[in-house]
T-cell receptor
């Protein structure tokens, strides 16, 4: 059974800092891995999707890497801004034969101080 | 473009009452559909998924059921709500295969009193 761990559970940084969020998963036989952000009381917004054959994906100030064999992914946020404050969720996709099922960690709560 | 609609946004229901949450997807055909629940202080848990009309797979035993009466409609139901059914319910869709990233709806906050 896939288990996902995100470290740290919470992080507070001053505006402008570069930061790294870590995600580890126990079953490396994944289909893909997706990073989301969740604002309080809201749904999930997709940030980056990395297919199992890829090593990284970039979107603006965000860069996500995937090391499938070691069961790790990182999300790098450059020049953080107060608007980046949210919970960040990592979700590897387990291919259950019929569909891709995302398994979530408990997230990293990020606070960027102005 | 594809959009996903989920309603209602907020719901307060008494214990023992029925439940029906609806999710619809626009701009795509034959999507994979999912229901997740996020309990307070816990991660998202996959409840049900569907790869086609009438095809429902349950991930955890519980008081809830799901149905897919139309290609782009996914319904979460209960005949009698329990206090433990309280949580944030999220519907999602994916296109499957190598492009199978998930898109989530805005969620329904259910409080059972």
């Amino acid at each position: 059974k896939q288990e996902v761990t995100q470290i740290p559970a919470a992080l507070s940084v001053p505006e402008g800092e570069n930061l790294v969020l870590n995600c580890s998963f126990t079953d490396s036989a994944i289909y893909n891995l997706q990073w989301f952000r969740q604002d309080p009381g809201k749904g999930l917004t997709s940030l980056l999707l990395i297919q199992s054959s890829q090593r990284e994906q970039t979107s603006g100030r965000l860069n996500a890497s995937l090391d499938k064999s070691s069961g790790r992914s990182t999300l790098y946020i450059a020049a953080s801004q107060p608007g980046d404050s949210a919970t960040y969720l990592c979700a590897p996709g387990d291919y259950g034969g019929a569909t891709n099922k995302l398994i979530f960690g408990t997230g990293t709560l990020l606070a960027v101080q102005p | 473009s594809q959009t996903i609609h989920q309603w209602p946004a907020t719901l307060v229901q008494p214990v023992g009452s029925p439940l029906s949450l609806e999710c619809t997807v626009e701009g795509t055909s034959n999507p994979n559909l999912y229901w997740y629940r996020q309990a307070a202080g816990r991660g998202l848990q996959l409840l049900f998924y569907s790869v086609g009309i009438g095809q429902i797979s349950s991930e955890v035993p519980q008081n809830l059921s799901a149905s897919r009466p139309q290609d782009r409609q996914f319904i979460l139901s209960s005949k009698k709500l329990l206090l433990s059914d309280s949580g944030f319910y999220l519907c999602a869709w994916s296109g499957g295969g190598e492009v199978g990233g998930y898109t989530f709806g805005s969620g329904t906050r259910l409080t059972v009193v």
